[in-house]
């Protein structure tokens, strides 16, 4: 499949999981990509897989911290000038810390939103002007289950992507007649470095019988990186054109 032939993509988060799957793709399916993350090492795997796959000649990567504005306004006009220009942003980057909210502490907090929401709208101011003269621009952005059902301990998590999703129903409607898509991305227990470590980033006496919506439906186990990928392939190609300003969950059905 070659929908994203000459298509123009700038991905954070692309040095594993969700981020490094969405990279693959969409250069299998004939797109240019700048792959951004903070992981330098994460990085090199990204490429050495897309190498693998014969498509390293089209990607490009760079190091960036999406929760600092000085890495961000510096990174981004980089990619958008390597890329020739931008036709879509995927922001696939994030972190989850758990806590008991009452010992929540604000550092933790604001390491959440920072990263999650901060940096999501950081990238998305940046790479406004180069999506819009694109005139076919696209944003994908990544909120969550837990910004819409009941995940315990996620308090900062789930506060930053119910923020990433009313941003993106913003976005939508205010650069709608200027050709610019917004869609959130609400995956729910996939099997990436954030659920398989999840047991490290919750309360030690976490009370598992709270997390009944995180098991899929559908299929055996969680669904993988590459469910989503392609997703966000879709969407970012002529065929998601009339998508935006919405939701698409891919959970397996966990939520229903």
Not at 207 to 232: C, H, M, Q, R, Y
């Amino acid at each position: 499949m070659s929908r994203l032939i000459d298509r123009r993509i700038l991905i954070t988060g692309a040095a594993s999981g969700i981020g490094q799957a969405t990279t693959l793709r969409l250069l299998a399916e004939g797109a240019r990509v700048v792959a951004a993350d903070l992981a330098e090492d994460g990085l090199k795997d990204t490429v050495a897989l897309a190498t693998e796959q014969g498509t390293a000649d089209r990607l490009i990567t760079r190091t960036l911290d999406i929760a600092d504005e000085n890495s961000v306004v510096t990174v981004v006009p980089a990619a958008v000038s390597a890329l020739g220009g931008l036709d879509a942003l995927v922001n696939a980057a994030g972190i989850l810390r758990g806590a008991h909210t009452h010992d929540c502490s604000l550092e933790l907090w604001n390491r959440v939103i920072g990263v999650n929401l901060t940096g999501t709208f950081l990238m998305t101011r940046a790479a406004l002007p180069a999506l819009l003269e694109s005139g076919r621009g696209v944003v994908v952005n990544f909120s969550s289950t837990s910004a819409f059902y009941a995940h315990p301990f996620m308090a900062a998590y789930s506060a930053s992507k119910g923020g990433i999703a009313s941003f993106t129903h913003s976005l939508a409607l205010e650069y709608s007649k200027q050709g610019l898509r917004a869609v959130n991305i609400v995956p729910g227990g996939i099997s990436s470095g954030i659920t398989t470590n999840i047991g490290s980033l919750v309360p030690e006496d976490t009370d598992w019988s709270l997390f009944g919506k995180l098991t899929a439906a559908i299929g055996t186990g969680l669904p993988g990186p590459e469910n989503v990928a392609g997703v966000i392939a879709m969407l970012v190609s002529d065929d998601g054109a009339f998508i935006t300003g919405t939701e698409i969950r891919i959970d397996g059905g966990a939520h229903m």
